[in-house]
């Protein structure tokens, strides 16, 4: 069995989200020549809830964002066609190379081409990855597309089974556990949560850590999330 596939089996036998993650980021950048690589969780609204990455500085991160992804025509085409993009598949070369945020950006960093593809859930955007690679290599090409695609959609696939099961684990939360989360979905802080319903900041703070144990995450967001509440 090639590394490849044997990279997908572990993909599609990860037991749960984090650990999806994980492999991904572990093993992902050597099957396409990758600088840096990367996964983002998406909320309802399409914002990062939780991002993943290998290879980028701080610096990149804090102009990318500073940019805002309004400025990544590859990401808006991505999240509009929901089909895999690189860099030359929307333009050329030369005029990749004068946009903001190739020179803001990705010319900085020492990094010269980009790809990214998205996952699905249920007809809904769940996520996205993106693979980056330095100057020097030759650009991402269609068979790069055909392997992020194949990639994108074991991911896809493994995430909605993960989630069907974490939606049963809802009913491993207590009556009190599942009022948090309520509360959490709705924006509230541990101190309101507690004011809310008769407990102390630090009952709220003990009640997430068991309910980020109980369901495999680490953050509210993705609780929320998965739990779609």
Wanted: proline share 1%; net charge positive; charged share 25%.
């Amino acid at each position: 069995m090639s590394d490849w596939q044997d990279f997908l089996r572990q993909i599609a036998t990860a037991r749960s989200e984090v650990e999806l993650r994980d492999r991904f980021i572990e093993d992902a950048g050597k099957f396409f020549m990758a600088k840096a690589w990367g996964f983002d969780r998406l909320g309802a609204n399409l914002e990062v809830i939780s991002a993943d990455f290998r290879g980028l500085s701080q610096s990149f991160c804090d102009c990318y964002h500073q940019l805002g992804r309004q400025g990544d025509r590859i990401s808006l085409i991505v999240i509009q066609e929901k089909t895999p993009i690189h860099n030359l598949s929307i333009q050329t070369q030369e005029s990749w190379q004068r946009t903001d945020i190739y020179q803001k950006v990705f010319r900085p960093a020492g990094i010269e081409n980009g790809m990214a593809s998205v996952l699905v859930g249920n007809g809904n955007l769940v996520g996205g990855i993106y693979f980056l690679r330095e100057q020097g290599l030759s650009p991402f090409a269609d068979q790069d597309l055909l392997r992020i695609g194949t990639l994108s959609l074991h991911l896809s696939v493994r995430m909605a089974e993960l989630r069907n099961a974490y939606s049963e684990k809802l009913n491993c939360l207590t009556m009190r556990e599942r009022e948090v989360a309520e509360l959490v979905a709705k924006g509230l802080n541990n101190r309101e949560i507690g004011d809310r319903i008769g407990i102390s900041r630090e009952g709220v703070k003990q009640s997430l850590k068991r309910m980020f144990r109980k369901l495999d995450v680490s953050a509210r967001a993705e609780m929320v999330a998965i739990l779609k509440i």
